[in-house]
């Protein structure tokens, strides 16, 4: 077995050829994401006895003496902490931004190979309705994640676990129904869930799943709560039914569908990312850290394809098929 690995700076990391059907020219390593997946490949080496020897990228070209400026010795050290002896620490660019990453590897990422989509799982059950998690299957599928989508609930052949949860990247909550019939059904679960995001995991909340993010009732994954946008004050929709309503997509102005979905309300000084507002100035999409994880919220339709609008009797110009995409990246980033 080798026991020494040379590895160079993730600044390296870009798609210049497609070899395989999971690589793409024009869609380039997100940097941070990049930062991320190149500490959890160190963290496993070293877990696994090697000795890791960091070439920063200034080293690495045609010509020039290449000299590791850092080593870390396997040390049979705990993940994700990672012990680094290093030699003129000041002439290591970009080793305290791995060292960070080390710190933020969400815990899906260790045991996962490039070339295996990551797992999505999409609940299907009596906390939704019909169409719901299919419309979110479809988003997720047609993402540039590539997802392996699988469906839990309690009549699919898996249901929600810790075993389950436990090799997926993402959780999406589609919508449903009331919001204490949703929560009757899912409330066994809340630790489950929770942990799951705690620990690295994704939350994806559409409609209800975005009611069921907040805390009163629900899983307590926002650092803040959620409310009726009907009940709001100066709300453009005063209707449980079936709707269009206007927001401001990152200052863009978007239509989509509707049906008596939340807006989100944040604790003062929350870091969090306001991704949407309603016309009343009040949240319709966020994205924010909880725990080790993310969770992406939304209180209207973005994965809604033209048959709901059709059996509504409603017209858009345009579907909201890439503000879903939008939150979902969000919400997968590191």
């Known amino acids: 077995m080798n026991t020494e690995l040379l590895v160079c700076d993730s600044a390296h990391f870009r798609i210049d050829y497609e070899i395989n059907p999971y690589m793409h020219t024009e869609v380039q390593p997100d940097p941070e994401a990049a930062a991320t997946e190149h500490a959890a490949i160190v963290v496993a080496h070293l877990a696994a006895g090697r000795r890791v020897e960091y070439m920063p990228h200034h080293r690495t070209r045609q010509g020039r003496r290449r000299s590791p400026l850092h080593r870390a010795d396997a040390r049979q050290p705990t993940p994700p902490e990672v012990e680094v002896t290093t030699r003129k620490r000041a002439q290591m660019p970009g080793a305290d931004r791995l060292m960070s990453a080390v710190r933020r590897v969400p815990s899906w990422l260790p045991s996962r190979t490039r070339s295996d989509p990551p797992v999505a799982l999409v609940y299907r059950g009596p906390a939704s309705l019909p169409g719901c998690p299919e419309a979110v299957a479809a988003l997720l599928k047609s993402s540039r994640w590539r997802f392996d989508v699988r469906y839990v609930g309690p009549d699919e052949d898996l249901p929600i676990s810790a075993g389950a949860l436990a090799g997926a990247a993402l959780y999406a909550q589609p919508g449903g129904g009331t919001l204490a019939h949703g929560y009757r059904k899912l409330r066994r679960h809340r630790a489950e869930i929770r942990s799951f995001v705690g620990n690295g995991?994704?939350?994806?909340?559409?409609?209800?799943?975005?009611?069921?993010?907040?805390?009163?009732?629900?899983?307590?994954?926002?650092?803040?709560?959620?409310?009726?946008?009907?009940?709001?004050?100066?709300?453009?929709?005063?209707?449980?039914?079936?709707?269009?309503v206007e927001v401001a997509?990152?200052?863009?102005?978007?239509?989509?569908?509707?049906?008596?979905?939340?807006?989100?309300?944040?604790?003062?000084?929350?870091?969090?990312?306001?991704?949407?507002?309603?016309?009343?100035?009040?949240?319709?999409?966020?994205?924010?850290?909880?725990?080790?994880?993310?969770?992406?919220?939304?209180?209207?339709?973005?994965?809604?394809?033209?048959?709901?609008?059709?059996?509504?009797?409603?017209?858009?110009?345009?579907?909201?098929?890439?503000?879903?995409?939008?939150?979902?990246?969000?919400v997968m980033r590191p």
């Open 201 to 244: 995991g994704r939350y994806l909340g559409f409609c209800l799943g975005g009611y069921l993010a907040g805390a009163t009732p629900g899983f307590g994954l926002l650092p803040g709560d959620t409310d009726q946008y009907i009940a709001s004050p100066d709300a453009t929709v005063a209707s449980e039914d079936n709707t269009l």
């Open 249 to 330: 997509w990152r200052g863009w102005q978007r239509t989509l569908f509707f049906q008596d979905g939340p807006y989100f309300w944040l604790h003062p000084g929350t870091n969090a990312t306001i991704v949407a507002t309603y016309p009343n100035g009040t949240t319709a999409a966020l994205v924010a850290g909880f725990g080790l994880g993310r969770v992406g919220v939304v209180g209207p339709h973005p994965e809604a394809t033209d048959d709901w609008y059709t059996d509504a009797g409603l017209t858009v110009d345009r579907l909201g098929t890439d503000l879903g995409l939008d939150l979902v990246d969000a």
